[in-house]
């Protein structure tokens, strides 16, 4: 009888012993954990950092940096080419000439998304190469209608120093080659970032 008690209550001790280690050991098959902002280096206050840039969005010629990869039936009697989508991967720059110093890409989708009027779903990230962003990255995900003035996308998140980002972008076309159907584009970012 003492015996049985006595196994039961080693059981009872071991299976606690178990359940401690357990609970101690956030890499012990843990799916999640709470940390405190300081264990990322997320404690210190945020910045507003302000990015102005050119995009050049060129459509024509031999080498172009946007090209359309799906497009439906109606898409060509469409006004507004409603259906069209295309891949980019547009070179950004610090002044409105091509040749002027690159900062970065604009990689991502664009696609025809309003049967009444030309706007643009606009899904993509900005790929900066440029000083301390080098290697860091912005992804916007908005609604961009060409012919309006100014046009302003959400910027929804990024990485590496813009983890956490978020803010919007503004769009204002600098110049639109109506016989080619190549622009650019002045591009104002305002994020908040650690
Ligand atoms: C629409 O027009 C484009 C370019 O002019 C052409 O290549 C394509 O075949 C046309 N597509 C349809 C579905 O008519
Ligand atoms: C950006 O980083 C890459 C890879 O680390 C490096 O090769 C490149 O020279 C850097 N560019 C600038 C402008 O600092
Ligand atoms: C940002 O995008 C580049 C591609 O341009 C990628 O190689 C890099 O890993 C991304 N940076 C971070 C910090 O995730």
Do not use: W
């Not at 178990?18 to 264990?39: C, I, M, N, W, Y």
């Amino acid at each position: 009888m003492a015996a049985t008690t006595s196994i039961l209550l080693l059981c009872l001790f071991l299976s606690l012993t178990v359940s401690l280690a357990h609970a101690s050991t956030p890499d012990a098959g843990q799916f999640s954990t709470t940390l405190r902002p300081e264990k990322l280096g997320l404690h210190r206050k945020e910045k507003l950092t302000h990015l102005k840039f050119y995009f050049h969005d060129i459509v024509s010629g031999r080498n172009p940096t946007a090209v359309p990869v799906a497009r439906a039936a109606m898409t060509n009697t469409s006004r507004s080419l409603f259906g069209l989508v295309n891949m980019m991967d547009d070179p950004l720059t610090v002044g409105p000439k091509s040749s002027s110093r690159p900062v970065g890409r604009a990689q991502g989708i664009y696609a025809s998304a309003s049967q009444t009027e030309l706007s643009f779903l606009m899904v993509l990230n900005f790929a900066f190469t440029e000083g301390k962003y080098n290697g860091s990255n912005l992804s916007v995900l908005g609604r961009n209608s060409v012919f309006s003035g100014v046009r302003e996308m959400p910027v929804v998140g990024g990485s590496g120093a813009f983890r956490f980002a978020r803010g919007y972008a503004q769009a204002r076309t600098h110049e639109f080659d109506l016989k080619t159907g190549d622009a650019v584009v002045e591009y104002n970012v305002y994020v908040f970032h650690y």
